[in-house]
């Protein structure tokens, strides 16, 4: 959907990817509620980029489909103990989590490192590991799905 200048079907990206396309359908609401795709009606329609590749960052992507979605969820296991009885004591919990601490800080990493990625980086990136055939063979498999829908029988 990268270097594409027309719309993307679910359906064709669904069977593309061999995913389900109701599951597709659903985190391709979510991009364009997001500002990330634009939809287009009809039989030919589909969804394209609403803006540059380069201005759309992975975490953009990851926030639009999951909102607010922690990498980590304490579970407070510092409160859990054999050797407690019903109330830890108070060294025991006194201050924050050091897992959870630990947790925070990996995490950060990470949506820094998502925010420093864009989809042209992705796109860029497999168009260097895939073989050219491979990228011509998905060009006209894309073009002939979006040619049997359009065109009447």
Known sequence: MVARTE??????LARFQELPEQFLAKLFTRLKHAGIV?????ISGGFSLARPPESITVRDILEAIDPKRSLFECG?????????????PTWS?????RIHLFMQEAES?????????SLADLGREFE?????????????????????????K
Request: aromatic fraction near 8%; charged fraction near 30%.
């Open 7 to 12: 719309p993307v079907s679910v359906r064709d």
């Open 38 to 42: 634009v939809g287009t009606e009809g």
């Open 76 to 88: 407070e296991i510092r409160r859990h103990c054999a050797l407690f009885d019903s109330e830890p």
């Open 93 to 97: 919990i006194a201050g924050p989590c």
């Open 109 to 117: 990493v990470l949506q820094n490192y998502l925010m420093s990625k």
């Open 128 to 152: 260097h590991k895939a073989p050219d055939q491979f990228i011509r063979d998905a060009e006209r498999w894309f073009h002939d799905s979006r040619n049997e829908r359009t065109v009447r």
